[in-house]
């Protein structure tokens, strides 16, 4: 018999990996229904009853009602804030607490489902310098950084530890001319930083002298690495010019993956590694866990 329970898929419109996904649970016949949590409650509405089985009711999109205590699972990738400017500013803050606690509450309270990856584990793990200290004790090899607003500091550390590079503490999505855009990872010398680094937090690492990069995979048990070949620093800048190969992780690295995933209880994750002249793996950060209501 056909099992019509469906998938929740919670993500933003421009996130072309869950249209992979999606594409492919429709192949096998899967229910899916797609949302932005963002969305809320313009076109997304639910109506949640708490009974002695959990929480039961609907939630409803433009094309799609699911019933609550049907979801088998849910993926939860890179939804959208939740917004309501045309409230004023104390009134919109309340309204998107409500709306935080309330829909997200819910979708992280669905009686037998199972997440990819739960949302409050995501938001555990969304922040990179619990996932560098988890990544640390895990066995990792990682590159001396430092997450500062001290201009003075950040200086000190790129003259000790130079050639070294900036990245965001968290990339939200934003778009460029219709364009879904990350922030680019640059490299920065000591004499690029002024006072504008008081403004907020930065997080500065040394740069590994690197012949490629591997992005790996780890869902459940199984774990796949794939090289990536390019003369980029940052390799997502330019899909174009990359180069792929499947590769097998050095010893310890899928158990510490698995270790590190243990560690924030989450069943999916994607990892991205340097590697040096010397093979070396060295591990730079969690990726994929940008979030949005949990």
Known sequence: MTD?????VVTNLDDPTTDLVIDELHGRGVPVVRFDSGDFPTTLSIAATLTSNGIEGTLTTPTRTADLSRVRSLYYRRPSGFAFPHLDGQTARFALTQARYGLGGVMASLPGCRYVN?????????????GLAAAAACGFRLPPTTITSCPVAARAFVKTHGPAIYKPLSTPLYRVDGVSCTVEVREVTADEI???VTGTAHLFQRRIDKTGDVRATVIGDQVFCVRIDSDLLDWRTDYARLRYSVVQPPPGVSEALRAYLDHFRLVFGAFDFAIDRQGRWWFLEFTDLLCGCS
Do not use: Q
């Not at 019509?4 to 929740?8: E, I, R």
């Not at 739960?118 to 619990?130: L, M, Q, T």
């Open 4 to 8: 019509t329970s469906p998938v929740l």
């Open 118 to 130: 739960h949302p409050h584990r995501i938001g555990d793990a969304e922040f990179k310098p619990s």
């Open 194 to 196: 002024d006072d504008a």
